[in-house]
C-alpha cells in the first residue's frame, strides 16, 4: 500500500511539473509578445491601431461660404438654412390611430394657422390633413409648408400629433441650405448667383456646396468658399461619431462699394424708362468721380425679346460687354485732340456743313447740317462731321497712331473690377491705309470700334475728376471672421489721361450739351442738378450688317460745378431718342439722389429706423419738389426675415464689439477673444446685444445675445 501511495505522488508531482512548466512556457510567450508589440514592433501597431481607429472613413468638411456686402455693411448675398415640413403617413413604422388622430387634428390645425398666418385658416388645414390622412396609403407624402425658420421648425415639431415623432405621426424635417438675398434684385446681376450642387473636394470625395456661377459669386468664388476640412467618423458598439480631424476654414466676405439706396434709385429710374420706352435692353451704372466706386449697376432685359407685354429682368450685365457707343465717343476723341493740340481754343471755328466725302468712302452727314461750327459746338450739336475732321487732320496719315494714343491713356487696360466675363474696347485696323483712314474716321464718332459702357464711363470720369483717371472699384474689402485680410485701396489708370485745363475745356463742352439751345442734351436742363455729359446714337448691327435699330447713351456727370459722380445710361431699340431715353433716366438719377441729400446739398428726406432699431437715414425719397411721399423698394425689404443681418464694424482696442447681424459662432469667437462671458437666447443671427458696441470694455464682464432668424 505503501508503495502505491509513494508511485501515485509521483504522478501527480510530475503532473505539477508539467502544469508549472506549461504555464512558465505560455508566460514567458505572452512576456515575449508584449514586449514586441510594445518596443520592438510598436511603431507599426500604433500605425495599426490609428488606421483602424480611423477605420479609413474621411468625410469632407464643408465652410461657411462667406457673404457679400454692400458699402455700409448691409447684406446683399448671405448663406442661410431653412426647413421643409413633410407629413408621410405611408411609411410610418406605426401610424397614428384614427381615434387619436381625429382627436387632436382640431389643436394641430390651430397651432398650424397660429404658425403661418396668412397661408391657410385652421379650418382649411383641417379639410387637408383629413383628405391626406384618408389618402396616406396612396400618396408618397405631402410638404406641409417649406421655408421654415429654425424656430419654426422647433414649434412644430412640438405640435399635437407631430409630438409623437416621425415614426407615428410621419412628420419629416429637411434642411434646405440657399443663397439668400435680403435686398431682393437690388443689383444681382453684379452679385451673381451661388447654387448648391456637388463639388469634388478630394481625389474620393464630393461633398454638397455653394458654388458661384456668376457675378462676383463666380469671380471670388474660392475666396467666399474658403478651405474645406476633414471629418473622421468612427463607429463605436451604440453610434457613430464624427470629430474634426482637420478644421473647415469658412469663406472671406465681401465688402462691395454699392449703395443700396443709390442702387434702388438707379434700378426705379431705369425700369420707369423701360415701361415706357419699351427697349429691348437697357443698363445704367453710377460712379463715385474721386474713388472710381461704382455705387450702383443695373441692367433689365425683355423677358420675351418680341413681346415687351412680359416684362424685364436681370439678364447680362450690358455694363461690361463691347457695343459701338456712337457720339458719346467724340468727347474722348476731343480729349486726344485737345492733348496733342490739333485744337487749342474751344472757339475755334470748323468748316462742317451737310455732308463730307472723306478718303473715297461713303460721305459722312450730320443730323443737323450748319456751314460751320465751334469746337464746343461739335460737342453740343454733335457733328460727326467736325470731330472726324478735326481727328483726321493729325491722324490720317497713320491711323493706328489713334489707336496707340488711346493706349497710352489707359482706354484698353483691364480694369479687374471682380465682374466675371468683363470685356475690353477692342480696335482694329487692316493693313490697307485708305481702308484705315475711312475707318478713323468712323471711329472718332464711335462706330468701327467696340467699347464696353464702363470704360466709356471711366474716361468720363476722369474729366470730371479734373484728368485723374481712377480705376474703377467695386470691391473695397475682404475679410476673414469679421477681420480685415485685404483691402482695395483708390487706384489709378493713369495718373492723368489729360492736363487739368483740358479737363476744364471738355467739362464746359459737355456742359454746352445741355445748356446750348440748339443741344443734344437741351431737354435735360432743369433747375434742381445742374448736369453735364454727352448724348450718343448708334445703328445696331444685325448678321454683319446695319439696320435701322438704335442703341442710346448718355454719358455725364453731375453736379457741374463740383462733379460728385458720373453716370452712364446705355439702352437699344427704345422709342424715344438718346435723350429721351437715356438721358432721361440720368437727369431722375441725378434729381433723386439731390432729393436724397448725396450732392452736397442739405438732406431733405426722413429719417427712418430700420428692422433692428438702428436710425437708417435716407430711405424715404423725397420728390424734386420736396413733398417726400415716394416709398423706396428699401422701405419694403427692411422688414424682411434677413433685412437685419449686415457685417458689423471692425473691432476697436478697448470696447465692446459690434457683433449684431452676425452668427452665432462669429459673435461668440469676437466677443470672448475681447475677453467678455458670451450668453445667448433664440437661434440664427446676432438680434440684439446687451452691452451697447462701441462702449468700454471690461474684461470679465457677461454679455447677453438675442437671436433669431
Not at 181 to 204: E, H, L, M, Q
Not at 220 to 237: A, C, I, M, P, Q
Not at 302 to 312: E, L, N
Not at 622 to 627: L, N, S, V
Request: aromatic share 10%; net charge positive; charged share 25%.
Amino acid at each position: 500500500m505503501k508503495k502505491k501511495r509513494q508511485k501515485n505522488k509521483q504522478h501527480i508531482m510530475w503532473r505539477y511539473f508539467l502544469v508549472i512548466v506549461a504555464a512558465l512556457t505560455v508566460s514567458l510567450v505572452v512576456v515575449y509578445r508584449l514586449f514586441q508589440t510594445t518596443v520592438i514592433k510598436a511603431d507599426a501597431w500604433n500605425a495599426k491601431a490609428i488606421a483602424s481607429f480611423y477605420n479609413d472613413s474621411i468625410i469632407p468638411a464643408v465652410p461657411e461660404r462667406g457673404k457679400i456686402f454692400a458699402d455700409d455693411g448691409t447684406v446683399l448675398s448671405a448663406s442661410t438654412l431653412t426647413y421643409s415640413a413633410k407629413v408621410d403617413w405611408r411609411t410610418c413604422g406605426e401610424r397614428v390611430k384614427e381615434d387619436d388622430f381625429y382627436k387632436e387634428l382640431p389643436a394641430l390645425c390651430d397651432s398650424l394657422a397660429a404658425l403661418l398666418p396668412g397661408t391657410k385658416s385652421a379650418e382649411e388645414w383641417q379639410r387637408l390633413f383629413t383628405k391626406e390622412y384618408k389618402a396616406a396609403r396612396n400618396t408618397n407624402g405631402w410638404i406641409v409648408r417649406s421655408g421654415l425658420t429654425y424656430m419654426q421648425r422647433q414649434r412644430m415639431a412640438r405640435f399635437p400629433i407631430f409630438k409623437k415623432g416621425s415614426n407615428t405621426s410621419g412628420i419629416v424635417f429637411e434642411e434646405i441650405k440657399r443663397r439668400s438675398f435680403p435686398y431682393g434684385s437690388i443689383a444681382r446681376r453684379t452679385i451673381g448667383d451661388a447654387i448648391v450642387k456637388n463639388v469634388r473636394v478630394d481625389a474620393n470625395h464630393n461633398a454638397v456646396a455653394f458654388v458661384g456661377v456668376n457675378g462676383l459669386e463666380r469671380s471670388f468664388d474660392s475666396l467666399l468658399y474658403g478651405r474645406n476640412g476633414e471629418l473622421h467618423k468612427k463607429v463605436s458598439t451604440k453610434r457613430t461619431i464624427n470629430w474634426e480631424e482637420v478644421p473647415a476654414i469658412n469663406g472671406c466676405d465681401i465688402t462691395t462699394t454699392i449703395n443700396v439706396d443709390i442702387q434702388d434709385i438707379v434700378e426705379q429710374e431705369l425700369k420707369k424708362m423701360c415701361l415706357d420706352a419699351e427697349p429691348l435692353w437697357a443698363t445704367a451704372v453710377v460712379m463715385d468721380v474721386a474713388t472710381g466706386d461704382i455705387k450702383a449697376i443695373a441692367n433689365l432685359e425683355r423677358v420675351d425679346t418680341f413681346d415687351v407685354s412680359k416684362g424685364y429682368k436681370e439678364n447680362r450685365n450690358h455694363a461690361f460687354l463691347r457695343y459701338e457707343t456712337g457720339s458719346v465717343m467724340k468727347v474722348i476723341s476731343m480729349l486726344v485732340a485737345l492733348e496733342d493740340s490739333i485744337v487749342v481754343d474751344p472757339n475755334e471755328r470748323i468748316t462742317t456743313g451737310g455732308l463730307w466725302a472723306y478718303s473715297g468712302g461713303r460721305a459722312i452727314s450730320d443730323a443737323h447740317a450748319y456751314p460751320d461750327l465751334s469746337v464746343t459746338e461739335v460737342i453740343s450739336r454733335s457733328s460727326n462731321i467736325g470731330i472726324a475732321k478735326i481727328v483726321t487732320s493729325k491722324y490720317g496719315s497713320n491711323p493706328p497712331t489713334f489707336g496707340e494714343r488711346l493706349r497710352e491713356i489707359g482706354f484698353f487696360d483691364n480694369f479687374n473690377t471682380g465682374v466675371y466675363g468683363s470685356q475690353r474696347p477692342m480696335m482694329s485696323f487692316s493693313g490697307h491705309l485708305n481702308s484705315n483712314r475711312i475707318l478713323l474716321s468712323r471711329m472718332s464718332y464711335g462706330y468701327g470700334m467696340s467699347t464696353p459702357p464702363i470704360y466709356t464711363l471711366a474716361m468720363y470720369n476722369a474729366i470730371a475728376n479734373g484728368g485723374r483717371f481712377v480705376r474703377p472699384r467695386l470691391v473695397t474689402k475682404i475679410s476673414r471672421e469679421g477681420m480685415p485680410d485685404s483691402i482695395i485701396k483708390v487706384g489709378y489708370v493713369r495718373e492723368r489721361i489729360c492736363s487739368e485745363a483740358n479737363a476744364k475745356k471738355l467739362q464746359e463742352m459737355m456742359h454746352a450739351v445741355v445748356q446750348d439751345p440748339h443741344g443734344t442734351g437741351k431737354s435735360l436742363k432743369n433747375k434742381i442738378v445742374d448736369v453735364a455729359g454727352k448724348t450718343g446714337t448708334a445703328y445696331v448691327i444685325a448678321k454683319g450688317r446695319y439696320t435701322g435699330m438704335k442703341r442710346y447713351s448718355f454719358c455725364g456727370f453731375f453736379p457741374y460745378n463740383n462733379p460728385r459722380y458720373s453716370c452712364i445710361v446705355v439702352c437699344e431699340r427704345a422709342k424715344y431718342g438718346a435723350a429721351g431715353n437715356s438721358g432721361k433716366v440720368f437727369l431722375g438719377i441725378a434729381t433723386r439722389m439731390y432729393a436724397h441729400g448725396m450732392l452736397g446739398n442739405g438732406k431733405n428726406y426722413e429719417a427712418v429706423i430700420d428692422s433692428i432699431g438702428r436710425g437708417r437715414s435716407g430711405i424715404t425719397y423725397a420728390t424734386a419738389d420736396g413733398t417726400g411721399n415716394a416709398q423706396s423698394f428699401v422701405d419694403k425689404q427692411a422688414a424682411s426675415t434677413l433685412g437685419h443681418m449686415r457685417r458689423p464694424s471692425d473691432v476697436q482696442e478697448g470696447k465692446i464689439p459690434d457683433v449684431v447681424g452676425l452668427g452665432l459662432r462669429d459673435a461668440i469667437n469676437r466677443l470672448e477673444s475681447a475677453g467678455l462671458q458670451v450668453r445667448y437666447t433664440g437661434a440664427g443671427y446676432v438680434y440684439k446685444q446687451s452691452l451697447p458696441p462701441g462702449s468700454k470694455l471690461i474684461k470679465g464682464a457677461e454679455i447677453n445675445l438675442t437671436l433669431r432668424n
